[in-house]
């Protein structure tokens, strides 16, 4: 058995490195998917209507931070860049196709808060990654407050600019409940090691 070249472990590595990059595109759309499919349902808690979809957001960056912490920083992006425009192709399909009505505006509201968060969310990860040992606090910091600013964001075109008692009673349920998933994910944030670094 001849020793592999240090080119052939490098061309090994470059392909295992697109093939992990490839999975989790898909699996981070599929969870977009997944996601945007219950933004209409909706949990009644305190006289408030908490969305399925904004509770398990947190979810959505821990998957992209998995992929930033094992590939880099680049395929993490890229990912999150696919599964942007999987979820504005899927938002208008099914707004065309299922409701019978195109409405540009909610597809593009639930886009530009989810690709402006996880940008948000990648950025402080990537530089915490780099620059610390990365704490779970970090990481938990770091997944609630994009979690703020995407319901900020999102919530506001919801409500159509309209800030009333509901609307912040609402926005920190949704808080506090992302919060508490965020630490369960930070904890298994801490247990996935760092990978490849490029």
């Not at 009644?44 to 992209?64: A, E």
């Not at 009505?101 to 780099?130: A, D, E, K």
Request: net charge neutral; aromatic share 18%.
């Amino acid at each position: 058995m001849s020793r592999k070249s240090i080119q052939e472990i490098k061309e090994e590595q470059k392909v295992t490195i697109k093939n992990l990059s490839i999975a989790y595109s898909f699996l981070l759309s599929a969870l977009v998917i997944f996601l945007y499919s219950t933004h209409n349902v909706t949990i009644n808690f305190m006289s408030s209507n908490l969305s399925i979809m904004s509770i398990l957001f947190p979810t959505l960056y821990f998957l992209s931070c998995v992929t930033a912490k094992e590939l880099g920083y680049k395929y993490g992006l890229k990912s999150v860049i696919i599964s942007t425009i999987v979820l504005f192709f899927y938002g208008a399909f099914c707004n065309f196709f299922v409701t019978g009505n195109f409405n540009i505006y909610s597809i593009g509201v639930i886009t530009l808060s989810y690709f402006t968060t996880q940008s948000i969310c990648l950025s402080i990860y990537n530089y915490f990654m780099l620059n610390t040992r990365l704490p779970i606090f970090v990481v938990i910091f770091n997944y609630v407050f994009c979690c703020l600013v995407y319901n900020m964001i999102y919530m506001l075109f919801n409500y159509k600019m309209a800030i009333t008692d509901e609307f912040w009673l609402e926005y920190f349920l949704a808080v506090i409940l992302q919060a508490i998933l965020s630490i369960v994910l930070a904890i298994f944030d801490s247990i996935v090691e760092r990978g490849i670094d490029e």
